[in-house]
């Protein structure tokens, strides 16, 4: 059992958790700045670009923001931003297209709290992978030591080695590990459940 908070558009390693362990999404800690909660990486032509939501801090009423209650700021357009980089990203992979449609409703479904969002699309992906497993979210409080911390910091993101597959920029920069789950499904499609459960995945990353 390994208890996450909800990333956005998570990493492999931490979706290969999601594919291989029981996982809790648990929304009792408190809010933390600079994590995969509110950001991803994505590869770009210029190589890796980390995509970041905006939040609200409501500071009159000194709100201590825990995972259950944190707002997206949709006052600001970074869905715009963020499904553009997607797309100048990815529409050269093998199988964007095919995949383009379900994420635009997923992507701008108007969600306001973000652990809804990171579900949704973590529910998503689950469909796309055929991962048949309910998603089981807890608001009871756990020990700190209980959380995998190294997935959640945005600054472990490259730390992770995987197995090296074919990526769009390829050529321009080697291959990049651990990026967002984007990556995978765009570039090997109905594949990406195989990378994700092959025992070389599990001999190579780190724990």
């Given at each position: ?95 964007f297209e ?28 689950n469909k ?80």
């Amino acid at each position: 059992m390994i208890h996450l908070v909800p990333s956005y558009l998570p990493s492999l390693i931490y979706y290969w958790h999601i594919v291989n362990s029981n996982v809790i999404f648990n929304l009792s800690a408190k809010y933390q700045k600079q994590t995969t909660r509110n950001r991803c990486m994505i590869m770009s032509a210029n190589g890796p670009l980390k995509l970041i939501i905006p939040v609200r801090h409501n500071k009159k009423e000194n709100e201590i923001l825990h995972d259950h209650n944190v707002k997206i700021d949709n006052t600001q357009k970074w869905k715009i931003k963020h499904w553009k980089s997607i797309q100048n990203a990815y529409r050269s992979s093998p199988f964007f297209e095919f995949y383009e449609e379900g994420f635009f409703k997923v992507f701008f479904n108007n969600e306001k709290l973000l652990y809804t969002l990171n579900i949704n699309i973590i529910s998503h992906i689950n469909k796309i992978l055929g991962v048949k497993k309910n998603i089981e979210i807890s608001n009871r409080k756990i020990s700190h030591e209980k959380y995998d911390k190294k997935l959640m910091n945005i600054k472990k993101y490259f730390y992770y080695g995987v197995p090296p597959y074919n990526q769009v920029f390829i050529s321009k920069f080697k291959f990049i590990p651990n990026l967002s789950i984007l990556d995978l499904i765009f570039n090997m499609g109905p594949k990406s459940i195989n990378y994700l459960v092959n025992p070389k995945f599990n001999q190579t990353h780190s724990n």
